[in-house]
């Protein structure tokens, strides 16, 4: 047998750390090497990773882990009714550097409505919830939107139907819809109840569909 | 199909991936939202510290956070809508593959050319999640898993012992002989095995590294 080069040692070591628990940040083993003996150990640690099982759960170590943050993202999306907005959205919007009232007060200019800026983000809170149909918002609405965060509008479209809405076909659904409160800023973009609600105006018709 | 039922942590964790979302599509049917958490908890945390360990490897650390978390999101969520090919582990490690690629393709459109021009469905991640149907994701080219799936099962047991779980020569030969009653291995064949792949993996470096 020949004498292990320095690639296999570092994995070992790599290994063990893994196994012990330890933080097991593969680029402080790779900038130890370079070359093909680097890309070498970059592949033998990768094909390690893949094949490591599903790590048991640790309640104090979720908390405030980046795994936290996507149950969280993806619960709000799979109890919507906005296929993956609630996750991506927020994500979109952190990604361009923009606060919620910049991406409001952009969209509120570009569909033409500065004055119902306040419907305008009660709306899109409820898109950024999961809680507004993805079926009524207009074209004009996710391409002026998709500007915003730097994506298409058919992105924008295809991710509002990504997951089939919570409970569609379950009488869960309708209770959970009903339960979910906007914040007080919100309210005027709620609809009313059937038999109250006000004709519908431009900027209702861009977010809920001709009714 | 039986009807939901709600599981303990303890029975969450003994669930294989492919029945952890099994329970995340069954109590969202059921409107047991609180359910659907607990089993995305465990199914998240288990391996998203693997897939930024991945991710790390080939990405630069500020951004290893937003590709790993985007490839669990479209993992789970296409792995949810019956759209993932296999099992969930190696369906989420090709995801993976893909996100790293789609990465850096963006890196390089990012060179050639102009900011309003990149507004598809890209972002500085890679896809949007439930944007692409991901039926289509292939396996990114590894040199590592091309040279493995070349060896036959018992040599591929060896090198995968031997190379990525460190085992000793002596334990090797034990387990294999357990998996394959017909094979003998002795603990220099698998010195021999595993040398020979080292051999391999370094000449494909050379050889690629050179053309």
Redesign the interface.
């Known amino acids: 047998?020949?004498t292990p080069n320095t690639a296999?040692r570092l994995?070992?070591e790599y290994?063990?750390e893994c196994r012990g628990g330890g933080a097991?940040?593969?680029?402080r083993y790779?900038a130890q090497l370079h070359?093909?003996e680097r890309?070498?150990l970059?592949?033998?640690?990768?094909?390690?990773?893949?094949?490591?099982?599903?790590?048991?759960?640790?309640a104090a170590?979720?908390r405030g882990?980046?795994?936290?943050?996507?149950?969280e993202?993806?619960?709000a999306?799979?109890?919507g009714q906005a296929?993956?907005w609630p996750?991506?959205l927020p994500?979109?919007r952190h990604?361009a550097q923009l606060k919620r009232s910049d991406v409001v007060e952009q969209l509120a200019e570009a569909l033409g409505a500065t004055e119902q800026s306040e419907k305008v983000a009660g709306y899109y809170h409820q898109m950024e919830q999961g809680l507004l149909p993805p079926a009524g918002v207009s074209d004009k609405v996710l391409d002026a939107l998709?500007?915003i965060v730097?994506?298409?509008g058919?992105?924008l479209r295809?991710?509002g139907a990504?997951?089939?809405p919570?409970?569609a076909s379950?009488p869960?659904?309708a209770?959970?819809a009903r339960a979910v409160p906007a914040p007080e800023q919100d309210r005027a973009a709620e609809p009313t109840s059937p038999g109250t609600e006000p004709a519908r105006d431009d900027v209702d018709r861009l977010f809920l569909g001709e009714g | 199909m039986p009807p939901f039922r709600h599981l303990s942590d303890l029975e969450l964790q003994g669930l294989s991936d492919d029945a952890l979302i099994d329970q995340v599509r069954r109590a969202r049917d059921s409107g047991e939202f609180d359910a659907v958490k607990l089993a995305l908890r465990v199914l998240a945390f288990g391996h998203m510290d693997n897939v930024e360990r991945r991710v790390r490897l080939k990405v630069p650390s500020d951004r290893v956070e937003l590709v790993a978390s985007n490839a669990m999101m479209s993992a789970i969520t296409s792995a949810f809508n019956g759209q993932s090919v296999g099992e969930f582990h190696s369906w989420l490690h090709t995801i993976v593959d893909r996100r790293i690629a789609d990465y850096h393709r963006r890196g390089r459109l990012d060179q050639v050319e102009l900011p309003e021009e990149h507004t598809g469905d890209d972002t500085v991640w890679g896809q949007l999640p439930g944007v692409e149907d991901e039926t289509g994701a292939i396996e990114v080219g590894n040199i590592v898993e091309e040279l493995v799936a070349e060896l036959s099962p018992v040599h591929r047991e060896v090198v995968e012992l031997a190379v990525f779980e460190q085992l000793s020569a002596a334990e090797v030969s034990l387990e294999v002989a357990a998996k394959f009653p017909a094979e003998k291995i002795s603990a220099d064949n698998v010195y021999k095995i595993a040398q020979r792949f080292r051999d391999s993996l370094r000449l494909r470096l050379e050889s690629d590294d050179g053309s």
């Open positions: 047998m020949t296999d994995l070992a290994v063990s097991a940040d593969p680029t790779l070359g093909a890309a070498e970059e592949l033998l640690i990768d094909h390690f990773l893949m094949r490591q099982p599903r790590r048991s759960f640790d170590a979720f882990s980046p795994a936290e943050s996507l149950v993202s993806l619960d999306s799979l109890r296929g993956l996750a991506l994500r979109l990604d998709a500007r730097n994506v298409s058919a992105a295809r991710a990504a997951i089939t919570a409970g379950s869960e659904h209770v959970f």
